[in-house]
């Protein structure tokens, strides 16, 4: 994968695959498939500057992750989808 630093409070996140089946065991078609709210911090910025004091990151590379539904911009990176967002679209990280 190619390297990609994120600036300022942006982190990158690779979603998780979305549910391809329910708890019953029903297939989900890909027209209603929800889209994934939980992944894995793939790099994370250095921080910001707030007020003169630099403020850093609360994730690291590696943690998982929750997010809402319709945070951060899609990319593709060599054929892989990642979504860069600010820190503060991040709800919570997964223990």
Do not use: C, H
Not at 31 to 38: D, F, G, N
Not at 40 to 63: F, L, Q, Y
């Amino acid at each position: 994968m190619a390297s990609i630093k994120p600036l300022g409070d942006r982190v990158v996140v690779k979603p998780q695959p979305a549910e391809e089946k329910t708890a019953s065991g029903l297939f989900i078609p890909d027209t209603a498939k929800e889209k994934p709210q939980k992944g894995t911090v793939i790099a994370a910025g250095p921080g910001r500057v707030e007020n003169g004091t630099k403020i850093d990151m609360t994730v690291k590379a590696g943690d998982v992750v929750l997010y809402g539904k319709y945070s951060g911009t899609e990319i593709q990176i060599d054929n892989e989808d990642l979504l860069i967002m600010r820190e503060t679209d991040i709800l919570g990280i997964v223990a």
